[in-house]
């Protein structure tokens, strides 16, 4: 029973990065229809940004959360360029698949570039949270113990949704970003500049990108250009399952992919090495039943 | 001086060219009404008055140039235009969608605004919380017509607000726009195929024909004029 919750946990902590990460997915496909196949690599250059301002031996020796502030500043400033050079033109010529292309060689170029820059070998990444584990409650002689690591980790990511989801429903701003998602057209005829939203939606998935990048890093004994491979095809089928268009969907898939992957490493032995069947089996399984996902419209619209 | 004035205007999609010489006028407080045949141009100028495409000649709003600024420019200055399909956001509600309308004004009188609309059309009043896309479509146009006013602005364009709705329904949008003239003072420059709705509530009229005015004239005497009718109204 300690085992389980334990390994529950670390499942909530795995599955909110793989959620924030679809969240990232999910912002940038509602407000520009595009898939952001970049979106991991965008991450890990955040992270190599976070790496570098905040190491002793290597870098600039910033305290970690200034480093991640930076980051996370230079990260939407990047996502909103990104936005306004390189995928409003190629959507302008109106060829969706044009688009893609340009996602995938970003994913591809990124990469490259930041091994290039900050080389190939693991790095560390001081983390912002206290070292050691806090015991949360004993059942009959079994702690359940968790590290503060993930403690942080969830507590942070939560309060990342939450604040995400005030911005989008209860301002000003988040009623035009979602105004543009729902009709970019309607939107510019009354007077919102779209293509300023766009801008932010990409500034904005960014930024989240160099948070849950930053933060999964501290987590590993050390990291390097393969950080996001696995998160990001997490993502995708966190997005996917979440239903492409819902924020609260991605987050709940993301949840649900991650304590899913933490049990089966944990109690299905035969998988070793293989458990990423067990919540893409998961996935497909829900999709055929439910093909828009579990949060996602099924178009009721009128003429 | 009229509010709105295009004189010459040329413009269409492409190297399509849809409006060949366009000259009108809209004062202000009145009703003018657009009509002509699918093709003839109406809603392309429409599309050229907001900046949706390039057009050449003089667009004329409140004395200042308008052509050639984007949507979002033309939209600030005061000009409410309702795109056929209604320009519906679907998936947020029917209080959000009104929101929208008055998004970038910075009055404290949207609350006040909101309860105004939600008289005026109790319809939106009764369904505010619920997804936009999942209303009927003529309490999909009185949505339209609430979300540009909210915007108070000074021109209302309107595009087909008839289109796809049963005559019961657009008899009661055309009495509502009517009072929106009369009891608000709202400035309208209305397209519409259904000449005889539209010509009732209207000043002044203009017949479209291959992007050209044909004919113009008062509302009143266009309707009862039975060559203009047999020609180009087909009623």
Redesign the interface.
């Given at each position: 029973m300690q085992l389980f919750v334990e390994q529950v946990i670390n499942g909530i902590g795995n599955g909110l990065v793989y959620g924030s990460v679809a969240l990232a997915l999910v912002i940038i496909f509602r407000t520009t229809g595009v898939l952001n196949f970049a979106q991991g690599e965008m991450a890990l250059f955040s992270t190599y940004i976070t790496w570098k301002l905040a190491s002793e031996s290597d870098g600039f020796g910033l305290p970690i959360v200034a480093a991640i502030g930076v980051s996370m500043a230079v990260a939407f400033v990047a996502g909103a360029v990104i936005e306004r050079v390189l995928i409003r033109p190629v959507e302008q010529a109106r060829s969706p698949l044009n688009v893609v292309i340009v996602t995938l060689g970003l994913f591809l170029g990124l990469n490259s570039v930041a091994q290039l820059i900050f080389g190939t070998d693991p790095q560390l990444m001081p983390s912002p949270f206290p070292e050691g584990n806090v015991e949360l409650f004993s059942s009959g002689g079994d702690a359940v113990v968790v590290s503060k690591d993930t403690i942080g980790l969830i507590a942070v990511l939560v309060a990342e949704c939450v604040l995400l989801w005030l911005l989008l429903q209860r301002t000003?701003l988040g009623?035009?970003l979602?105004?543009v998602a729902?009709?970019p057209?309607?939107?510019?005829?009354?007077?919102?500049?779209?293509g300023t939203m766009l801008m932010l939606g990409w500034g904005m998935a960014a930024a989240i990108g160099a948070l849950a990048g930053s933060l999964v890093a501290s987590q590993r004994t050390g990291f390097d250009g393969s950080l996001m491979q696995i998160i990001i095809v997490y993502a995708f089928a966190a997005a996917a399952l979440g239903g492409f268009?819902s924020l609260i969907g991605a987050v709940v898939a993301g949840l649900i992919v991650g304590i899913a992957d933490a049990l089966t490493v944990q109690y299905v032995d035969p998988l070793e090495g293989i458990e990423v069947v067990v919540p893409l089996g998961l996935i497909l399984v829900v999709l055929i039943v439910l093909p828009n996902g579990l949060f996602g419209?099924r178009?009721?619209?009128?003429? | 001086m009229s509010l709105l004035e295009l004189a010459n205007v040329q413009g269409g999609y492409g190297p399509v060219r849809v409006l060949h010489d366009i000259d009108l006028a809209v004062e202000e407080g009145h009703v003018a009404v657009v009509l002509g045949a699918n093709g003839a141009g109406k809603t392309t100028t429409l599309r050229a008055i907001?900046g949706?495409i390039h057009a050449q000649g003089d667009i004329i709003f409140d004395g200042r140039q308008i052509l050639g600024r984007?949507?979002?420019?033309v939209?600030?200055l005061g000009i409410?235009?309702v795109?056929q399909g209604r320009?519906?956001?679907?998936?947020?509600t029917v209080e959000?969608n009104l929101?929208?309308?008055a998004?970038?004004r910075s009055d404290g009188d949207v609350r006040s605004d909101l309860e105004r609309w939600y008289s005026v059309f109790p319809r939106l009043a009764d369904r505010r919380n619920q997804e936009a896309?999942?209303?009927?479509?003529g309490e999909?146009q009185m949505l339209a017509l609430a979300?540009a006013m909210m915007?108070r602005p000074r021109l209302l364009l309107l595009d087909e607000p008839s289109l796809?709705l049963a005559p019961l329904v657009t008899r009661e949008l055309f009495a509502q726009l009517g009072d929106l003239n009369r009891n608000h003072g709202m400035t309208v420059l209305v397209v519409e195929q259904n000449a005889n709705l539209a010509l009732d509530i209207g000043n002044w009229g203009y017949v479209l024909e291959a992007g050209r005015i044909a004919v113009q004239g008062d509302a009143r005497q266009l309707h009862d004029d039975e060559a203009v009718r047999k020609a180009y109204l087909g009623f």
């Open positions: 000003k009623l035009k979602r105004a729902a009709n057209d309607s939107a510019r005829l009354h007077g919102i500049r779209a268009d419209r178009t009721v619209e009128r003429v | 907001s949706l984007s949507p979002e420019a939209a600030r409410a235009h795109p320009g519906t956001f679907t998936e947020l959000e929101r929208i309308g998004v970038n896309g999942s209303m009927s479509g999909q979300r915007a796809g």
